[in-house]
C-alpha cells in the first residue's frame, strides 16, 4: 500500500487550494481514506475522512464549511478541496488510509503517504 500526497503550496489568506492524495500498488475504494495534518509543534490533526462504502465524509470541525473531500475511483485519487484558507490551515497534511470505517483519530490509520506543505500567508 502506498499512497503519495501532492498539490501543497503557497497560498494567500482567503485562497483556495487542491490537494491530491494518490494510490499505487492498491485499490483505493477498498480504503477509507483520511487527510490530516500536523502543524509546526503541534499534534496530528484529523482533517476529513471519506468512506469507502458509500462515499460518506467526515470533517473537522475547525475545516467545515471550507474544506471538501472527493474520490475518483477511476483515478485511484482522493482530493481536498480546501477553501477560505487562513494562516491556522498552515500544515503538513498527510493523507491516509484504513480498510475500516472513517474516523478522525489518525490511530485508525494503518497506512500512511508521505506529505505535502500547505503554507497560507497572512
Known amino acids: 500500500v502506498q499512497l503519495q500526497a501532492s498539490g501543497g503550496g503557497l497560498v494567500q489568506f482567503g485562497g483556495s487550494l487542491r490537494i491530491s492524495c494518490a494510490a499505487s500498488?492498491?485499490?483505493?475504494?477498498?480504503?477509507?481514506i483520511g487527510w490530516f495534518r500536523q502543524a509546526p509543534g503541534k499534534g496530528r490533526e484529523g482533517v476529513s475522512c471519506?468512506?469507502?462504502?458509500?462515499?460518506?465524509?467526515m470533517y473537522g470541525d475547525s475545516v467545515k464549511g471550507r474544506f471538501t473531500i472527493s474520490r475518483d475511483n477511476a483515478k485511484n485519487t482522493v482530493y481536498l478541496q480546501m477553501n477560505s484558507l487562513n494562516p491556522e490551515d498552515t500544515a503538513e497534511y498527510y493523507c491516509?488510509?484504513?480498510?475500516?470505517?472513517?474516523?478522525?483519530?489518525?490511530?485508525?490509520?494503518?497506512?500512511w503517504g508521505q506529505g505535502t506543505l500547505v503554507t497560507v500567508s497572512s
Open positions: 491516509a488510509a484504513t480498510p475500516g470505517a472513517c474516523s478522525l483519530l489518525p490511530t485508525w490509520f494503518d497506512h
Open positions: 500498488k492498491f485499490t483505493l475504494d477498498n480504503y477509507a
Open positions: 471519506i468512506s469507502s462504502s458509500d462515499g460518506s465524509t
